[in-house]
């Protein structure tokens, strides 16, 4: 039996245990953790194939094509050479940023190469995948001021110090006016023109820049320097990809293999990606009890995909436990409870993982607001003036922006709640997406008039008290 499936088989116990205990969570997180760090070289090139495929959209031209490669790599006495670029357009990195960062760590781990393209000459351009408007262009400052914290943000799901790093500047900045020309000439406009994305916005009159069209071409030419096996990217990623394939075959080198990754939804269960401008999102430098508060508010139909991107599970194991839960042997909340704590303990370790759980339990248990310890506050007599929305992100922090905190009243997520003092009995009142911009006086006379009591703002599952109503 392999490392891996000597571990399943223990994990595989656990998960059909009481998952509500907090002695066999704790087991069971320090065995699903300790795969992060499994040496995992004695899979064969099938297995090996499978199991990085069973976390992708899609490996092209085929998983049977991944398993080829590694077993030749591997009769020569090598690993895959591997490729992730890298654009620094942001200095706030979540969960989503995670996910391509955690099947390289799996690379790593079956014994391949993983190189780390850091775009510092394509994020001038900015990759236009998925956008609806032309990306600002990004100073020389602006690329080491985001690049200096996303290495050490995502550090606790990938070993640095095992990958080599390059910049795209090596090989484009030299890159000449005549080859760039003659390049070009082998590559149809209708291929570049062919994008979704580029479509809508033509159709929509929006502007559409030759650097934008030029984006998948210095893309591409990143594998031709580097002459890669695999290359990952999110699915939005594909022609780009598929561009890297194509110039290598103009260059007469073996195309690389592409690998894409699921895009993320977010906390809100909307459908949309996981954003910051969105505001939902699990920022990777976000404290422990936020970051397991947040997963914790999420839908459950997300657990699926959520155990799947940040996991080491195998797909057996989540099957499992998602049975437990259709057949009502395990409640959502109990297993919602082991992915918060996965996260926390990738994050910040064992202890603040076991930490984190105790404190939801003990704050969320509570009977009555009024015993829960440390709420932050809010007093209505300094702060009455301002609308919900502007207490929400600039005094309580709930949410990153008022565009965010008016999202959450549009999901009928934003509420007061009154509780009559010793008795614990609450009376709720759901604000509507226009309350969210109206002065919180304003809000709180109309709402809460005939209400007597200790009033609350809850957005989400967090909590704030209001003071001197």
Known sequence: MTRLGESVARATTLLSADLSSDATV?????????????????????????????????????????????????????GLHIKLGIDPTATDVHLGHAVPLIILSRFQ????????????????????????AERPPLTDED????????????RPFFDFEKVSFRQNSEWLAPYTFPELLSLLAQVPASQLLQREDFRNRLAAGSGLTMTELLYPIAQGLDSVALECDVELGGSDQLLNLQMGRKLMEL???????????????????????????????????APADDVFGKIMSVPDRLMEPYLKAWTEWTDEEIALVLGRVADRSLHPMDLKKVLAGEVVAALYGMDAAMAARAGFVAQFSKKSF????????????AHGAETVAAVLTTVLEFTPSASAARRLAKQNALRLVVEAEGEGKQQTVVLAEADAARPLGEVLAEKLADSAGVAYLKAGRKLGRLDGR
């Open 143 to 154: 690329i080491a001021q985001n690049l200096a914290t996303y290495r050490e943000q995502v």
């Open 370 to 381: 009024a015993d829960v310890e440390s709420l932050p506050s809010v007093d209505v007599a």
């Open 109 to 132: 781990r079956l014994g391949h190469d993983v190189t780390l393209i850091i775009g510092d000459f394509t994020a001038k351009i900015g990759d236009p995948s998925g956008r609806t």
């Open 26 to 78: 704790q087991e069971l997180l320090k065995e699903t953790g300790a795969r992060r760090y499994l040496d995992l070289t004695d899979l064969p090139a099938k297995e090996q194939a499978e199991l990085i495929a069973a976390r992708t959209v899609e490996v092209l031209p085929g998983v049977e094509k991944l398993a080829e490669r590694i077993e030749e790599r591997r009769a020569a006495g090598k």
């Open 251 to 285: 260059r007469g080198q073996r195309p690389q293999l592409v690998v894409t990754m699921p895009l993320i939804e977010g906390t809100d269960g909307t459908g949309a990606k996981m954003s910051k401008s969105k505001g939902n999102y699990v920022g990777l430098s």
